[in-house]
């Protein structure tokens, strides 16, 4: 994955967190619909290994 593009996946984290959905889908969106087929199963994959980083919750927390 490029490093610009995990940057933008980072920054929409931390604005999801911030309940600022809108400026975290502004980020995130154009990344995601340039992204080749390769890059955009790193995405999905970063993605569902990174779901906590948007809830703000602790993985070993959850039931």
């Known amino acids: ?6 940057r933008a996946l980072k920054r929409a984290a931390e604005l999801t967190r911030q309940n600022r959905l809108t ?3 502004l980020i995130a969106e154009p ?6 087929s390769y890059e ?4 999905l ?3 569902a290994d ?3 980083d948007f ?4 993985p070993e927390e959850l039931p």
């Open 1 to 6: 994955m490029r490093p610009s593009t995990l």
């Open 23 to 25: 400026e975290a889908v």
């Open 31 to 36: 990344v995601i619909l340039t992204a080749d």
């Open 40 to 43: 955009g199963d790193e995405i």
């Open 45 to 47: 994959r970063w993605l």
């Open 50 to 52: 990174h779901a906590a």
């Open 55 to 58: 809830t703000g919750e602790n």
